[in-house]
């Protein structure tokens, strides 16, 4: 009897262990849970007041968009028809028991008798939760004047509003920003040519019209769309809009500029010091020839067929630099593209109906006849067919992913769980311990001891386990890590920040978080049922998360912000002979690690006091070098990381068609706040732009490899181009025969007019090659520079013909590259598809002499 006690005391010992520890672990979890959900259940009171709501569904243009999964804004229209002011709460919410527990507001003041008009951002749900295409949505007026909620009731008895807002699960979303006047319309041309080309492009033929007073003054509430068309200029005098699209197409928007409906200012302002170009005057066309311009394959460019118009079609005459001609019509370019940080840009000259055509009927025993929403009464004609692509294509993805930032911030806090080893290492230990003190005891006739002496044990380890918990829960210091990346977008003033924080508490916190400085912060999901959260928007770029406290332990958040700096992020420089020099900023003068990077590669750059800093032309790195360290450590290893996941974005690196500069600033303040006492960590990536000055004349250059593109050329005996440089995938193409491919290598333009002196071409190739020959021009003959036979890894060739190095009228140095060719007893076998062959990867650096220039210029 007594044995079997002591059996059951030791199993209750060990359950009121575990129950002891779990209860204090879970009590501080808990117990702010549950005053939080009792502070916010809502005041059952409410009172009929003077003020009215509408969430409004519609524009006079037709229904608003809502994406799942994107964010938008709700336009509310708020009504006072009392005779004194009020200052109120409007908040709306998705109305079902998953997604009610997340609501989105805005806080007005309206003075008596008024009407007022207003947004506020808000993230439409995932799709799984509109089964039928569309939600519920429930919007509710709050006076919090005394400290408390009381919902308030319109004078018809009204408690808020409930709207059914159609949810589309269109693949890309197109917008046009049309004039908001009554009598303003959108010209139909120019929707029969947007509608033509997404149908053309396999999506459907609705289109967002934004038709509002106020257009959207933040890139958030642009975040719905995909494409954005501007066909006229109000938005020229909208400040706050013009930086939102100007943020947004930064961020991977794509933007369709109609210059012969909005004219040149729009550009102007949207591309600050970046446009380089006027408008020489509009012609009215009746004959109309959309021809392609000259090309590596057609030097003298391909006239198309000419269309004629009863009506005129307007053409705006565009002189423009840094923009890409894909066509023309009387020598003057109609549509030009350029990158723009993660998004792009279309400007076309041409009026809309010169690019489309009325579309051939339909035969009436056609299998696959199209459905009613991807019909087109019209559709683009061919030079259209190709430049659509380039905006209604699918965003490219960007070149760090949240989920990487979120793993790295996370490493800054040296926050451990207990080990399962120390856990079950401890409990084994108490149980040894008990089952020597029972044997003890009963060997020695005292069996009647172990009840006391049992407990005592689980109090000891009791103790044990809870100054485990109390070590490991408070002995790391609450903490706030940010990892994040600050790009500087070019001719402006503005900057736009994303990243990741991590945040550790022991106990939590109750302070909201919010920002002043625009931008969105999401906190973790919101379960089914929990307590109720609110973002509340007091101004423009001014919000907080009410209701939503901070987790105990590890909490990551995910954010995206932009705002204008008083200190533009740029850099200048230029070449001398010992490779690079320039300048900037404060705001960049403090960074660390620093990197020049193009496309064409990366060199490490030392920066000294005051924000001077030089490259010298052997610090260019290698294919698998992102930092310029003898030494790494923790810090240069989490940089090299995010480098490396950067670079292997091929369409980021091939966006880097001008050069910038990486750098790494470490107090570098997003806005966002989290409350105090937290000890800041972490580490932020920041891109600006590098614009190239002039060298004096006369003065010796060195450019290094980073900063000389180059592009497939004709051939000089006037063959078509060919080869294995692939221009529009920026790679080189594997081949198993003889191939030759020409290259006019591009001196940037700030360095014009150059003497070139001497070349140094390194190449990296793999394969059964047989031989590989650079080749030059001399007065309109082909002459071989050097040969390598059997070339094997990255080899190095040096031309010091000046002659052959000639800079032609354009700025380029015409190379070519001759591979391939075997022996007679090796063609057969090399012809293989197993014994290809391929160029990796090509770099050239120039030496030579600046020369008389007749103007000081700055050329980015």
């Known amino acids: 009897m007594l044995r079997t006690t002591a059996i059951r005391f030791v199993i209750l010992s060990i359950a009121s262990m575990s129950v002891f520890g779990v209860t204090q672990t879970v009590s501080g979890q808990i117990a702010p849970l549950v005053t939080s959900a009792i502070a916010q259940q ?33 336009h509310l229209s708020i009504e006072n028809t009392g005779d004194s002011s009020e200052e109120l709460l409007c908040t709306s919410y998705f109305d079902s028991e998953k997604l009610s527990a997340i609501q989105y507001g805005r806080r007005v003041w309206l003075p008596a008798h008024s009407r007022l008009t207003v947004t506020h951002p808000v993230l439409i749900p995932e799709a799984e939760n509109f089964a039928d295409g569309a939600g519920i949505v429930q919007t509710r007026v709050i006076d919090d004047s005394q400290g408390g909620e009381v919902l308030l009731k319109s004078r018809d008895g009204r408690l808020g509003q409930e709207r059914t807002l159609p949810i589309s699960m269109t693949d890309r979303h197109t917008g046009i920003i049309v ?38 003054a933040d890139e958030t509430s642009l975040g719905y769309l995909d494409h954005l068309v501007l066909a006229e200029d109000r938005i020229v005098e909208d400040l706050a809009a013009m930086s939102a699209v100007r943020r947004w197409v930064h961020s991977g928007g794509r933007l369709w500029v109609m210059l012969d409906r909005t004219g040149p200012a729009v550009l102007e302002r949207l591309l600050g010091d970046e446009f380089q170009g006027a408008v020489i005057g509009d012609a009215e066309l009746t004959s109309v020839r959309v021809d392609d311009p000259f090309s590596t394959i057609a030097v003298d460019g391909v006239a198309k067929e000419a269309v004629e118009f009863e009506e005129p079609v307007v053409m705006s005459r565009l002189n423009s630099l840094g923009l890409k001609v894909w066509n023309t019509v009387n020598g003057w370019p109609s549509a030009l593209t350029r990158s723009y940080g993660e998004g792009r840009i279309l400007v076309t000259t041409l009026g809309a109906r010169g690019w489309i055509k009325t579309a051939p009927p339909i035969p009436e025993d056609a299998e696959n006849k199209p459905t009613e929403d991807m019909r087109s009464e019209f559709v683009p004609i061919s030079p259209m067919e190709d430049v659509a692509p380039f905006i209604f294509a699918r965003r490219d993805a960007i070149p760090l992913p949240t989920e990487a930032m979120e793993s790295i911030a996370q490493e800054f806090i040296s926050y451990e769980v207990p080990s399962g080893l120390l856990i079950l290492g401890s409990m084994f230990a108490f149980l040894i311990l008990l089952a020597i003190t029972g044997t003890g005891l009963w060997w020695w006739g005292r069996l009647e001891h172990f009840g006391w002496c049992g407990s005592l044990l689980a109090v000891v380890f009791g103790g044990l386990f809870l100054w485990i918990g109390f070590t490991n829960r408070h002995g790391t210091s609450e903490t706030i890590a940010t990892v994040q990346m600050t790009q500087s977008i070019a001719g402006t003033d503005d900057v736009r920040t994303r990243g990741a924080v991590a945040i550790y508490r022991a106990e939590g916190s109750q302070e909201e ?137 091929r369409d980021w690196q091939i966006s880097l068609d001008e050069p910038r500069l990486l750098l790494w600033v470490n107090n570098w303040e997003n806005g966002f706040q989290f409350g105090e006492g937290l000890e800041r960590q972490g580490d932020n990536l920041v891109i600006a732009p590098l614009r190239f000055k002039e060298p004096q004349a006369g003065t010796k250059v060195v450019i290094p490899s980073p900063l000389l593109d180059y592009f497939t050329r004709q051939p000089p005996d006037g063959s078509p181009a060919s080869g294995f440089w692939d221009d529009g995938n920026q790679e080189w193409q594997e081949r198993s025969s003889p191939s030759t491919t020409w290259l006019g290598v591009q001196i940037p333009k700030a360095f014009l007019p150059l003497e070139a002196q001497h070349a140094q071409i390194e190449i990296s190739v793999s394969g059964l090659m047989g031989k590989i020959e650079v080749l030059g021009v001399n007065d309109g003959n082909i002459l071989s520079l050097e040969e390598v036979p059997d070339p094997v890894g990255t080899f190095s060739v040096e031309i010091d013909d000046p002659e052959a190095l000639r800079v032609d009228e354009n700025g380029e140095i015409l190379l070519g590259l001759s591979a391939g060719v075997l022996p007679d007893a090796e063609v057969s076998r090399a012809n293989s598809a197993g014994n290809s062959w391929r160029v990796h990867s090509l770099s050239i650096q120039i030496t030579g002499v600046k020369t008389d220039s007749t103007e000081e210029k700055i050329v980015e």
């Open 42 to 74: 809502p005041d059952p009171l409410s009172q009929t007041s003077n003020v009215n709501v509408l969430l409004e569904s519609t524009s006079r243009m037709g229904g608003l968009t809502y994406v799942p999964g994107r964010w938008g804004e709700f």
């Open 179 to 216: 004039g908001w006047e009554a009598t303003d319309e959108v010209p139909q041309e120019v929707v029969d040519l947007v509608v033509a080309c997404r149908v053309y492009q396999g999506l459907n033929n609705r289109v967002t019209y934004l038709p509002s007073q106020f257009l959207p």
């Open 513 to 649: 978080i919010g920002t002043s400085f625009g931008g969105i912060v999401v906190p973790d999901a919101i379960e089914a049922g929990g307590p109720t959260i609110r973002m509340v928007t007091t101004d423009l770029g001014a919000f907080r998360w009410q209701d939503r406290p901070q987790p105990s332990g590890l909490g990551t958040y995910e954010f995206v912000t932009s705002r204008a700096t008083a200190d533009r992020l740029e850099a200048s420089a230029t070449v001398d002979i010992q490779g690079v020099s320039g300048s900037c900023g404060e705001g960049l003068s403090t960074g660390e690690d620093v990197l020049l990077v193009t496309r064409r590669g990366r060199m490490g750059v030392q920066m000294a006091a005051g924000g001077s800093f030089t490259a010298s032309a052997d610090s260019v790195l290698g294919p698998d070098q992102f930092l310029d360290v003898r030494f790494v450590d923790d810090v240069h290893d989490r940089r090299q990381r995010i480098l490396q996941q950067m670079f292997s974005n």
